[in-house]
């Protein structure tokens, strides 16, 4: 692995830069997706759109890496402010417009303002923003737009819940939906099986869990000739690098055991043919350990890092719509820490919540203790780890109406998911760094809505208060005990 001193010069490299005027959508094939017989729609060139955005400065100045590793003060504001530009001019498709309209999105955030033009001018791009800035949509519209031909596009994400919800998105922008399928690990596999060996209509577009694709990858080389695009979401979850203190020992597993991530992506860039493929990555957090990663991995003599305003010089930034708050959990009189969540649910009056313990813990055996109180819970991954659109926006207009209350998942599976309207998420522990909590945290606050985060704490010889209180100040946000 490239050492830190040399990542670091090299991760200087990954700064935005002008792109190439010449749009790669191939016209024939993106029409045909999203259904318009309108061929004179024309994506604008870079320079076209960088002169409405007044993008010249931003992109020539370049991402401070050293700062970010150094600096531990977070930024609290939240780049979703909307201006005059519209999708049209970024080079959205007029149908695709059409479509986010209907789901009550009428104007790009910052985020996409700054990467979609980018992306349809074929760049590779490391998206880095906060949770619910909007990340989603910079590589899902221009894939729906231009997806390319079979298995043309690779979504790689880190859990089926994810999966789920990708698809589901993709199905209320798309007008042909056979073209996009999804492949996960820990589901029926005779459907996905069925899917694959459908050679008259191959989907071009491939949403799945890093071991699962692998497996296809492994023993389908020949599907993936033609990818001409590798997007993976939450990319520091997927490759997970190791800690720029990381022993020796480590180090040593990790090169005898690389990540299925990993594996994945650098084995779909070998067999592809086609001559410049695209790379995307997104997450929350990144860091100096992940940009030595991918610069390892080739990615970084041709990848821009495009990012919030709120992230230059800094590691991650939490919205500041976000309001934290603590509770005790006291071992001698409350009996366990489900009454001391349903107390504190009963007072804030909300409909419904996200409930996330540990990841050791049973989830059913909490769903359970849950109902035994009298309240209407489920378990996420029951609910949505189906791969059914369907019944994705059944659990979803549920949740929203409180016909279930409160739904339990872990860390481990609540990665990047997006929950319209969610007010109110309960911690049952004390996540175990900044990062976890950012991510925990950030299903609520998404696109500047207010939203609350209650952990429940533990006064005990453990520090579950003291720990807590590190990470708000780390955090650098105002916080109460309630």
């Keep these: ?14 700064n935005m830069k002008t792109v190439p005027r010449q749009s790669v959508l191939i016209k024939e094939e993106a029409f045909q997706v999203i259904e318009d017989n309108d061929f004179g729609f024309r994506v604008p060139s870079f320079s076209e759109v960088a002169s409405k955005l007044n993008l010249g400065r931003q992109f020539e100045k370049k991402p401070s890496f050293e700062k970010m590793e150094e600096n531990e003060k977070m930024s609290g504001d939240l780049d979703i402010v909307m201006g005059d530009i519209s999708f049209e001019d970024i080079g959205v498709h007029p149908k695709l417009i059409k479509k986010l309209q209907k789901e009550g999105i009428t104007s790009p955030v910052l985020i996409q303002e700054r990467a979609l033009p980018l992306i349809y001018s074929n760049k590779s791009i490391l998206i880095k923003s906060e949770t619910g800035s909007g990340k989603t949509l910079v590589f899902l519209l221009p894939t729906l737009q231009d997806p390319g031909k079979s298995y043309g596009t ?69 599907l993936f000739l033609k990818t001409k695009r590798i997007v993976v979401d939450e990319v520091d979850k997927i490759l997970l690098p190791l800690h720029k203190r990381a022993s020796q020992k480590m180090i040593t597993n990790r090169v005898a055991h690389p990540r299925s991530g990993r594996l994945l992506v650098e084995k779909i860039a070998q067999i592809s043919k086609v001559p410049k493929k695209q790379f995307i990555g997104a997450s929350a957090t990144v860091n100096i350990s992940l940009l030595e990663d991918l610069v390892d991995m080739g990615w970084g003599d041709h990848v821009t890092v495009v990012q919030s305003p ?8 939490i919205p500041s719509c976000i309001r934290h708050r603590y509770t005790y959990f006291n071992e001698e009189t409350d009996p366990s820490k489900a009454h001391v969540l349903v107390r504190t649910f009963q007072n804030s009056k909300q409909k419904s919540a996200l409930v996330f313990i540990h990841r050791n ?30 019944n994705h926006e059944h659990f979803l207009a549920d949740f929203h109406s409180g016909k279930i209350q409160l739904v339990v998942g872990t860390e481990e599976t609540v990665r990047g998911l997006d929950f319209k309207d969610l007010e109110h998420v309960y911690l049952m522990e004390v996540p175990k760094n900044t990062e976890e909590y950012l991510h925990l945290a950030g299903r609520v606050g998404r696109q500047g809505k207010e939203g609350t985060v209650t952990t429940i704490v533990s006064k005990d010889p453990r520090g579950g208060e003291r720990r807590m209180l590190l990470q708000y100040r780390r955090l650098a946000v105002p916080f109460q005990q309630i």
Excluded: C
Aim: proline share 4%; charged share 25%.
């Design 1 to 14: 692995m490239m050492g830190k001193r040399a990542a670091k010069t090299q991760s200087k490299d990954l």
């Design 154 to 222: 690779v979504i790689v994400v880190p859990t089926r819940e994810l999966a789920s919800q990708m698809l589901y998105k993709a199905h209320r922008l798309l007008g042909d939906k056979s073209i996009v399928a999804s492949f996960v690990s820990g589901v029926d596999l005779s459907s996905q099986e069925k899917r694959l060996q459908d050679m008259t209509n191959p989907p071009r577009i491939v949403i799945g869990t890093p071991k699962r694709l692998l497996e296809i990858v492994e023993a389908n080389e020949s």
């Design 310 to 317: 709120s992230y230059e010089g800094k590691l991650r930034s």
């Design 361 to 390: 813990l049973s989830v059913d055996d909490f769903v359970w203790e849950l109902r035994y109180m009298g309240f209407k819970a489920a378990a996420l991954y029951r609910k949505i780890a189906s791969q059914n659109p369907l």
